[in-house]
């Protein structure tokens, strides 16, 4: 049976996403969301001529010649507003922020200036015209767009709206991931184990994977290879979420039953098995309410990359995000065989070497290995067919982490 190519099986499963609904959030708890709509300034910044640093607002003119004693007519502190006029031969004692005052084009730090008495100073140096003001709307103007929809609310992002007077931001609401993991052998970390019995582990590291992409996470535990029970477990798993994670029983064997057990749910399978390694036997498909099912394999290393593969883009297109570009090119550490017809990501370790990215991947890449995929910080992704490899030829890499 011919595998379906990976960049087919993606773009199925972003075909037909839909945005989640827009609710309004206080700026303090839109960390990290998506903002759904584009945001304009609802003010100017800054608001008026301020001035950059500490010292006195002058006259250019009056500054050109040192040592010309200037008098100091008043003070402006930030957040108060001179009302008097800068004329010949004066100045006013102005501070970081505030508005500077009519008459004045210029500010003298203070560094530059020295006290005659307390109502006279002579500048050390001369100041151009302009010097250390910073223009009203140099940042922004009121009515600008200063974000774009489909902006991560990033912590600059988040500063952003705030300075222009946003209190309350509309963010995608973060789509509810349903896990469900499967298998007799199956216990939770913490039991006692009888023998033939191993941890369930998978949900963990997907569930991260769903949160840190933008989405609230229900782990709805194990389930046992059953179909009264997984049927019972998937109806309910597909009331309460918009996309179910099913973790193992994704095969072909006696046991693996998930894929008829969804069916009988009322999901309609867009494809299962694709030309990908590991993780061939990942399935997909929707249910009438339009709850995206994706069903992943039980070895862990094929449930975490399809975690990345799928349900992280999967989670951006509900959120309204713009695909992001996420591979970069490296210099492989060691030769590769060439590959087959499937897609293959390889656990490796990413390090910087004269100014260039090394990638060394792991000699053995058992799909059930985890310790290997704690230490690497990248996959090597090989497309179907590469040829063989060599060390110092390049290579694409997907990057897991720094
Ligand atoms: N005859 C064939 N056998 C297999 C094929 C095939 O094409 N023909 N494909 C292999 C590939 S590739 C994969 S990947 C696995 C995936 O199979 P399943 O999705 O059915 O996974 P299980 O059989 O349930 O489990 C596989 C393995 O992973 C362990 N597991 C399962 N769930 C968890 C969990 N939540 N946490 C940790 N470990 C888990 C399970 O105990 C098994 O050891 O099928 C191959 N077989
Ligand atoms: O997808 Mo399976 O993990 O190739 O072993």
């Not at 009121?142 to 209190?167: E, T, W």
């Not at 999967?314 to 060691?334: D, F, K, S, V």
């Not at 090597?380 to 060599?390: D, Y």
Request: proline fraction near 6%.
């Amino acid at each position: 049976m011919a595998l379906l190519p990976l960049a087919e099986a993606l773009a199925r499963v972003l075909d037909s996403v839909e945005t989640t609904s827009v609710e309004h959030l206080p700026l303090h708890l839109c960390d990290e969301r998506v903002l759904a709509e584009d945001l304009s300034a609802l003010r100017t910044q800054p608001p008026f001529d301020s001035s950059a640093m500490d010292g006195y607002a002058v006259r250019a003119e009056d500054v050109f010649v040192i040592g010309e004693a200037l008098r100091v007519i008043g003070a402006a502190p930030a957040g108060t507003v001179f009302n008097g006029v800068v004329s010949a031969g004066e100045c006013v004692r102005i501070f970081t922020g505030a508005p500077v005052p009519a008459g004045a084009d210029s500010i003298l730090i203070q560094e530059n200036a020295t006290r005659v008495d307390d109502a006279t100073i002579k500048a050390t140096a001369p100041v151009t015209r302009g010097q250390h003001i910073r223009q009203a709307g140099l940042d922004f103007r009121q009515g600008d767009i200063v974000l774009r929809k489909g902006r991560l609310l990033d912590p600059a992002a988040l500063s952003l709206a705030a300075a222009c007077n946003h209190a309350v931001l509309p963010v995608h609401r973060k789509p509810r991931v349903a896990l469900l993991s499967t298998g007799d052998e199956l216990r939770a970390p913490g039991d006692s184990l009888q023998p033939g019995q191993i941890i369930a582990s998978n949900a963990y590291g997907v569930a991260a994977i769903a949160r840190q992409a933008g989405a609230e996470v229900i782990d709805l535990g194990i389930v046992r290879d059953d179909m009264p029970a997984l049927n019972a477990a998937i109806a309910m798993a597909l009331r309460r979420c918009d996309v179910l994670i099913t973790l193992g029983g994704a095969s072909v064997g006696d046991h693996d039953l998930v894929r008829t057990a969804l069916a009988e749910c009322g999901v309609a399978m867009n494809f299962w098995k694709i030309a990908m390694r590991p993780g061939k036997p990942t399935m997909y498909g929707r249910n009438d309410k339009g709850v995206h099912v994706l069903g992943l394999p039980g070895n862990p290393v094929a449930s975490f990359v399809g975690a990345h593969l799928f349900l992280v883009p999967l989670i951006a297109g509900m959120t309204g995000q713009e695909p992001r570009a996420r591979l970069e090119t490296a210099i492989l550490a060691a030769e590769l065989r060439e590959n087959d017809q499937r897609q293959d990501y390889l656990r490796a370790t990413l390090h910087e070497e004269n100014g260039r990215l090394v990638a060394k991947p792991f000699p053995v890449q058992d799909s059930s290995m985890l310790s290997t995929l704690a230490v690497a910080n990248c996959l090597i992704v090989r497309p179907p067919f590469a040829p063989a490899a060599i060390a110092g030829d390049t290579c694409r890499v997907l990057r897991l982490r720094n």
